[in-house]
């Protein structure tokens, strides 16, 4: 059974660095063609792909939130992390993390929420 | 980056109805796009990838169609469960990008 689970500090202020766990289980990172990549969503609107990483470490980062975003994997705990600096309000929003092979996120966290406020 | 327009943003439908949900890239994805349901309690759940194969335990009321540009969803008979947002996602090139979501209601 694939399941993943987000974590993250919940609440943080402007200027600081989001740090974002992904927890799964079922799967393996090192498994060739696996993938985890997060997604998050403000509330109230559409879906944007962060990053995604690979089992090989390839990553891939959205452009648009230029060089704000790392991931990064630790195979041996099955975790997969996202770090954005920076943040500011526009960053708030429910931030998933999901499997992804073959070009399709096939299994989804739940997603954890995220508000940036002073 | 490609631009995915989905129509339409909602859509009132009755139990037992037909209903088709468009997608439509800026460019052709050579059908790599995938179909999401959310529900309101932000569970996502994938329905369909590569435009027509449907995910494992998803009722085959569901279908993908499409090609080059444009893509659809069909859900042959709405059941309850069905009322939910959709949304089409391309991974033809990265970017990753998803629509905007199409909103189905009850009528």
């Known amino acids: 059974q694939v399941t993943l689970k987000e974590s993250g500090p919940g609440i943080l202020q402007p200027s600081q660095t989001l740090s974002l766990t992904c927890t799964f289980s079922?799967?393996?990172?090192?498994?060739?063609?696996?993938?985890v990549g997060w997604i998050r969503q403000p509330s109230g609107k559409g879906l944007e792909w962060l990053a995604n990483i690979w089992w090989d470490d390839d990553k891939y980062y959205n452009p648009s939130l230029k060089n704000r975003l790392t991931i990064s994997k630790d195979t041996s705990n099955n975790q997969a992390f996202l770090k954005i600096t920076n943040v500011d309000t526009a960053d708030t929003a429910t931030y998933y993390c999901a499997r992804s092979q073959f070009g399709a996120f096939a299994y989804w966290g739940q997603g954890t929420l995220v508000t940036v406020s002073s | 980056d490609i631009q995915m327009t989905q129509t339409p943003s909602s859509m009132p439908a009755s139990l037992g109805e037909r209903v088709t949900i468009s997608c439509r890239a800026s460019?052709?994805?050579?059908?790599?796009l995938n179909w999401y349901q959310q529900k309101p309690d932000g569970t996502i759940k994938p329905l369909i990838y590569?435009?027509?194969n449907l995910q494992s335990g998803v009722p085959s009321r569901f279908s993908g169609s499409g090609s080059g540009t444009d893509y659809s969803l069909t859900i042959s008979s709405l059941e309850p469960e069905d009322f939910a947002m959709y949304y089409c996602?391309?991974?033809?090139?990265?970017?990753?990008?998803f629509g905007s979501g199409t909103k189905l209601e009850i009528k």
């Open positions: 996602q391309q991974y033809d090139s990265s970017p990753l990008t």
């Open positions: 079922g799967f393996s990172l090192s498994t060739y063609g696996m993938g």
């Open positions: 460019q052709g994805i050579s059908n790599y």
């Open positions: 590569y435009t027509s």
